[in-house]
Structures are given as structure tokens and as C-alpha cells.
């Protein structure tokens, strides 16, 4: 960034276009490579980054955005966060770090968590009181050297140490109200200590991200904001600084940041285009650089770049300089939608992924600065594309639309609970604490080889057919003859609970290549949701009726949630969320009804990211809770009372969602419940829920499996809050990450335990 107005984004992919640190990372953990083929990789990967992020045209480069895991670890490191258990291992610093990210011998890793409200996870630091910080880790004046030799200047990217401190948590032994917070001047201290060292390597800027800052900051967190900038700020020699908040509301924070030192400000105008109005009567922006995220960073759609350069010269008179950025890093899109070769190429043309993001924001910084001539044909395109989308036949369906509009609140509503608990008990005879899984069981490498065969054309439809009728077939012998009440077809035609059900629908296109980084080495293919949804022919039940005419018991149909179908897709922009969510409801709505005309009696809508969606600034969460929760409903509604319908959470900490659970109006919800000991039945409780409810009794991200008598002992737990009618018997999520053994033990033990505490209340 130069005085005038320049073009930057705040961060970039770093898994490599062909995944190649994927490949990397996984050799090396199998001990197929040495660390030093894998460090080989990581610097052609970041050498690579800047070049063609200089290449490409910005005026300032991040550096820096590369990570062997993840950056939130990586701070943990830099400044010697490191707990005892991964030092006392004696392994190198680098399997060190892979020991805190994965897990070593008797060392757990760190825990890890979602990034804000986004589908990418970190590793949650561990401070305590014993925590010492220094520049343990030189990685960042490395790498600045390092892109600097291969002739990039670039600005070294850094957690900010507000936010890194506030995503931590305490250190295990720490007493009783430790709060990580508490350690901010001693870590400021490393932090003065990198940025002069960054500065004497010849650092210009540097760049701290505060995101933590942008979600409802508290009085408390302003003031160490302000303080801990003022702190570094006042340093005589480092390079300039550029705070970024975003994914949120940064407009509280603008204010203490424009009192401080710090040279620039960056503001995520995507989330949450307010933030302007903060910044009118803001006098210490004037001798600022407000650097401006005009281009999402999280979508894949090409931007209105007429928009966003009316958004940007109202922006002109109010600080000292504009430039142009991403809303936040790309780490959360694909590289490159020129390597898409089999999308559709009308929808191919309306989308941006990094790559073209960063020439969206070049255009925008030489637009904004004077320079418009030499990117008329940018905008022009650019302009083209946004106005072909919205006119295009292909995003509107009219059935669709007339359909959506003939909806009344009846629509949303079942009979009260009372009849339908009635009608459901006559229909399905269930035990007292009837015993079922969540859905999914193990995925085999037979099914894996299956699915593929199938996907590259390599077998017809019926031997597929048949193949997946076998595993149906040997996953409800399998229930019955552990004994299980509900039974389920064991989801082997799916590889994802989302992608399946995008891969059916209308609306949705799939990329071949379009990986995002979700941890580590893992990546996800979100589908694109593009355009009006429908479902042209039914999709799950071919195979849960076969699995319920191979059984007397109920088979419970397992369909995914609208909310979490947009949850874990890239959905899109010219339309309210809320009205996507109903076209989604509509399919699954037509899929529900036809399960139960099928004959299936038992129907479950997962929702295990309704949370996941919870906008981080709280006066956002009503009116996505209201939607949400309808949308769900319209999903769920359109059966008769003796159709039990049950969904099915992640998680057993509702917070905020609490009120939205009972308001889903399920008749069965199971949750994750096993590691809170059933406390979370209390918080039920006491917001009224009152309907069917299965605690998982079995943690199955652990491949330990529990003995009947510890399962008895938490069902036992579960009956001192809840009446024995309402209690449901199942582990905590589904099953296909384990192997059978694991699962048969653990499902063994817990038929035996529901059992026995059967046997005890008669
Ligand atoms: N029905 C899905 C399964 O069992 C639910 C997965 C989930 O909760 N994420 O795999
Ligand atoms: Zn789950």
C-alpha cells in the first residue's frame, strides 16, 4: 500500500490449485516422504502465492498466508504457546506442531472449532497463568525473507493478539476464572519483538487480524483493543500496521482503532455494509488508510463492481486514503474456475473464485484511483455478467415461485403434539426407551469403490443398484440382530449428506474442482446452489423402502435440512436466504411426503448446522432463527400425525438456538450428549421442550467404545430430567467415520443398556 489508493486482498488459498499440500502433508504423516520434501513443497507453494499475486496486479501482496495446518496454531507457536504435553514428546518443531494439531501417543491434540461462521476449523489454543510468550518461532520473519529473495515485498499477515487470546482457551491446570485476556501484555511484548524484527528485515506493513473484534465486542474488548494497538503502535521502529476486522459488524472497533497509531483499517463492507454510517463522524479516520473489502471473500459470485465502486467513492471523503480488498481472505473459496471444465458455461460465467477475485479487486483499486480507462473492458464484462445472471431463464423456475407463493401458515403446522404422540405410539408400537442410530453407518472401502465405479461409468445402474442394495441388506441384519427398535438403511449411496442431495436437485451445480480447505489436509467441494430449487424425481426412497421391506420394524427415513443444505453450500446472493431456504424446504417437503407414502413411518431431517448460520452479531440472530425454523417446518409439516418426524443436532451446547430447537417442533430430536453427562437435558428443560429426546450416549468422534453399564448409568442420568415416554436410546452422530468392529461393540452395549434400565423401571 502506497499513499494513494492501492488493491490488496487478505489472504489466499494455501492448499495449492492441485491440492498439492494435501498430498504433502499426507505422505509425510505416513512416513512416505521426509520433512524435507515437505518443506520443499510448502516453499514452492508460497513462492508460487506471491508471485502470482503480484503477477496478477495488486499494489501490496500478503505474505505469510501460508500454513502446514492451520494459522491459528501457527500464532500459537510463533510465540510459545506451546502445552507441556506436546513439548515433553521431544519430537523436531515441526512434528511438535503436527503432534498439537493431530495428536501424538498419550497427547491429545488440541481441540479444534469452527472459524467464526464459517465452515473452516482451528486449533483452539491453551493458555494458562504459566504460559510464557516469546518469539519462539522466527516462521514470519522467514517467510517475508524468503518472498523477498524470490523479489516480493509482502505484508507479513498475523492473528491479531486480541482475537488470538479471546478464540483460546484456559490451559487445563489453570484456576478456577483464568481467562487467556488476562495475558495480553506479556504477549504484546513478543508481539513488539516480531513486528521490529519484521521492520529490520524490511517489512513495510504488516498486517494483524482482529475478526473477533467485529462480533458484538464487549466494552471490556474495545479497551484492550485500543490499548494493545496503542501498545504496538507506539513502537519506534516497525513496519506500518493495517488492522482487518471482518465477517461481522467492525464499526465498534472502527472508533478505537482510529485513536491509536495503527496506519490502516480494514472493514469487511460485505457482512455488514453499515459499517459506512460509523465511519461519517470519525475524525482520526482522516489520517488513516481505510482499506476497504468490497469483494467478497466468501462467495463464488463475480461482483456488481459498478456497486461496489459507488460503495468505494463514498468512501473517499472519509479517510485519509481508500484502497480496495477482499471482505476477508479466500482462504473460504476455491483457486480458480478456469480449471472447471465441466460446469455449465453460462453459470461458469457468472462466477469468481480466488484467481478472479483478485483481478475484481485490481480492476476496483485502478477504477477507484483514477485509472478507470485501463479496465473498461473489466467493468463492462463484469457488468455484462451480472446483468446475463439476473435475467437468466435458468435461476428462475415459475413452477417454483407459484408454488412458494400459494404457501399459508398452515403449511408450517402440524396438530399439537398431545394427538400426534398418540397416533405415532398406535402406529409404531415402540418400547419404552426405544433404541436407534443417528443414520449413517460405517463407510466401507467396498461401498467407496462402488460409488465411484458408478460416478466414472465403469458399472450400469443395476449392478450399482445391487451393490447397494447388499450393504442395505447386511446393515438392517446387522440391527436386527443387535436388537435395535428404529432401524435405518445405513446411507452407502452418500457420500456427503449434502452433496447428495445437491447432486439431485435442480438449481445446484457441482465443481470437479472447486476445493476449499475445511482443517488440516482436508477439503471440501461445496456445491454451488445457483438458482431456483426443485426435485424432479424422488431421491431416497428406492432405498429405504427397499430397506423396510427386508424388516417389520420401522425404517426411519433420513433426508438433510434446508438450513443445513445452505449451510454447506455456496449459495446464491440476489435473493433473501430465507427464500432459498423455502425452496430447499420444498424439495425435501416433496421427499418427506413421498417416504410416507411409500410406506416409511419414521422420518428424519438433520439440521446439524443450524447454529452454524447463527449471524456473530446478535441483533442479525432473530431474524435468522425466525426463517430457519420455518423453513424446517415446511419441510416437516406436510404428514399425518402418526408420521414421527425426528431431527437430529451436533451438538449439545444450544446457547442462543435454545428457544429455535423447541420451535423445530420435532417429535424426536437427538443430540450430542455423551461428553456433558446430560446436563443439557436441564437447559431443555427449562426453555419448556417437551417433546421425544435421545441423548447420545455413545461419543463417536472417539473410536472407545463404552461398556453397557456406562451407558445404563448416563440413561439413568437422562430419566432424573426427562419422563421415561419421552427418552430416546442412540449414540451421538452418525456412524460411518468408525469401523463395524468399533460400531457392533458399541451398539451391542448400548441395546443391553437401554435393556436393562428397561428391565428396571417395570
Ligand atoms: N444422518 C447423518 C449421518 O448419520 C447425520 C450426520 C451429521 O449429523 N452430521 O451421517
Ligand atoms: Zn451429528
Not at 490449485?17 to 520433512?35: C, D, F, N, Q, V
Not at 465403469?458 to 442395505?472: F, P, V
Not at 420401522?554 to 427464500?579: C, E, H, N, Y
Amino acid at each position: 500500500m502506497t499513499a494513494e489508493i492501492g488493491s490488496t486482498v487478505l489472504g489466499y488459498p494455501r492448499i495449492g490449485p492441485e491440492r498439492e499440500l494435501k498430498r504433502a502433508l499426507e505422505a509425510y504423516w505416513a512416513s512416505r516422504t521426509g520433512e524435507a520434501e515437505l518443506r520443499a513443497t510448502a516453499r514452492e507453494l508460497r513462492i508460487a502465492t506471491v508471485r502470482e499475486l503480484r503477477g496478477a496486479g495488486l499494489d501490496s501482496i500478503p505474505g505469510g498466508t501460508f500454513s502446514y495446518y492451520d494459522h491459528v496454531l501457527d500464532t500459537a507457536v510463533t510465540f510459545g504457546a506451546v502445552p507441556q504435553r506436546h513439548a515433553e514428546l521431544g519430537l523436531s518443531p515441526l512434528d511438535t506442531y503436527f503432534a498439537m494439531a493431530r495428536g501424538a501417543e498419550s497427547a491429545p491434540p488440541l481441540e479444534m472449532t469452527k472459524w467464526f461462521d464459517t465452515n473452516y476449523h482451528y486449533l483452539v489454543p491453551e493458555i494458562g497463568p504459566e504460559t510464557r510468550f516469546s518469539l519462539a518461532d522466527r516462521a514470519p520473519v522467514e517467510h517475508f525473507q524468503e518472498a523477498l529473495e524470490a523479489g516480493v515485498t509482502t505484508r507479513p499477515v498475523l492473528l491479531g493478539p486480541l482475537t488470538f487470546l479471546l478464540l483460546s482457551k484456559p490451559a487445563g491446570g489453570a484456576p478456577r476464572g483464568f481467562r487467556p485476556l488476562e495475558k495480553l501484555p506479556e504477549l504484546l511484548d513478543a508481539y513488539a519483538e516480531l513486528l521490529v524484527e519484521l521492520r529490520r528485515a524490511g517489512a513495510e506493513w504488516v498486517q494483524l487480524d482482529e475478526p473477533a473484534l467485529a462480533a458484538d465486542p464487549t466494552a471490556e474488548q474495545l479497551r484492550e483493543l485500543r490499548r494493545a494497538h496503542q501498545r504496538l503502535g507506539e513502537l519506534t521502529e516497525r513496519p506500518k500496521v493495517l488492522v482487518a476486522g471482518y465477517f461481522g459488524d467492525f464499526g465498534p472497533a472502527l472508533g478505537e482503532l482510529a485513536a491509536t497509531p495503527v496506519e490502516a483499517i480494514g472493514v469487511d463492507l460485505v457482512t455488514d455494509p453499515s459499517v459506512v454510517d460509523g465511519m461519517v463522524n470519525l475524525p482520526g479516520l482522516r489520517d488513516k488508510t481505510l482499506v476497504a473489502g468490497l469483494v467478497n471473500g466468501r462467495n463464488v459470485w463475480r461482483a456488481d463492481l459498478d456497486a461496489a465502486l459507488a460503495t468505494g467513492a463514498t468512501l473517499l471523503g472519509l479517510a485519509g486514503d481508500v484502497a480496495v480488498s477482499t471482505s476477508c481472505s479466500l482462504l473460504h473459496v476455491p483457486y480458480d474456475v478456469e480449471a472447471e471444465t465441466d460446469l455449465d458455461p453460462q453459470v461458469k460465467s457468472w462466477l469468481s473464485f480466488a484467481r478472479q477475485k483478485v483481478r475484481e479487486v485490481v480492476v476496483l483499486g485502478k477504477a477507484l484511483g483514477g485509472d478507470r480507462d485501463s479496465v473498461v473492458d473489466d467493468l463492462d464484462r463484469a457488468r455484462a455478467a451480472v446483468a446475463d445472471r439476473a435475467a437468466a431463464a435458468k435461476v428462475r423456475n415459475h413452477r417454483v415461485r407459484a408454488r412458494l407463493d400459494a404457501l399459508r401458515p398452515a403449511h408450517r403446522r402440524r396438530s399439537d403434539y398431545a394427538t400426534r404422540r398418540e397416533a405415532q405410539q398406535e402406529a409404531l408400537q415402540l418400547p419404552p426407551l426405544p433404541t436407534t442410530t443417528i443414520g449413517s453407518f460405517p463407510q466401507t472401502a467396498d461401498i467407496r469403490r462402488a460409488r465411484a465405479a458408478w460416478r466414472a461409468g465403469r458399472i450400469d445402474r443395476s449392478s450399482y443398484q445391487q451393490r447397494m442394495r447388499d450393504e442395505i441388506r447386511r446393515v438392517v441384519e446387522l440391527q436386527e440382530q443387535l436388537g435395535l427398535d428404529v432401524l435405518v438403511h445405513g446411507e452407502p449411496e452418500r457420500n456427503d449428506m449434502v452433496q447428495y442431495f445437491a447432486e439431485h436437485l435442480e438449481g445446484f451445480a457441482s465443481t470437479t474442482r472447486g476445493w476449499v480447505q475445511s482443517y488440516g489436509s482436508r477439503c471440501v467441494r461445496p456445491p454451488i446452489l445457483f438458482g431456483d430449487v426443485a426435485r424432479p424425481e424422488p431421491i431416497t426412497a428406492e432405498w429405504s423402502c427397499y430397506a423396510q421391506r427386508l424388516t417389520g420394524k420401522p425404517v426411519k427415513g433420513m433426508l438433510t435440512g434446508p438450513v443445513t443444505i445452505l449451510a454447506w453450500s455456496f449459495v446464491r446472493d440476489d435473493q433473501p436466504l430465507a427464500d432459498t431456504a423455502d425452496q430447499v424446504a420444498m424439495a425435501i417437503r416433496d421427499e418427506v411426503q413421498d417416504l410416507e407414502a411409500a410406506g416409511i413411518r419414521v422420518i428424519q431431517v438433520d439440521e446439524p448446522a443450524l447454529r452454524e448460520l447463527l449471524p456473530l452479531n446478535a441483533a442479525r440472530r432473530p431474524e435468522y432463527l425466525e426463517w430457519a425454523v420455518s423453513a424446517f417446518r415446511l419441510a416437516t409439516s406436510g404428514v399425518a400425525d402418526s408420521t414421527q418426524i425426528h431431527t437430529h443436532l451436533c451438538y449439545s451446547e444450544f446457547g442462543d438456538v435454545i428457544d429455535a430447537i423447541v420451535a423445530l417442533d420435532a417429535d424426536v430430536t437427538s443430540i450430542e450428549a455423551a461428553r456433558s453427562r446430560m446436563e443439557v437435558l436441564d437447559d431443555l428443560n427449562a426453555v419448556g421442550f417437551a417433546r421425544g429426546i435421545g441423548p447420545g450416549v455413545h461419543d463417536i468422534h472417539s473410536p472407545r467404545v463404552p461398556g453397557a453399564e456406562e451407558m445404563a448409568a448416563l440413561l439413568r442420568a437422562a430419566l432424573n430430567a426427562v419422563p421415561v415416554q419421552r427418552l430416546w436410546v442412540n449414540p451421538d452422530c452418525g456412524l460411518k467415520t468408525r469401523d463395524y468392529a468399533e460400531v457392533e461393540a458399541a451398539l451391542r452395549n448400548m441395546v443391553s443398556a437401554a435393556v436393562q434400565v428397561r428391565q428396571s423401571l417395570s
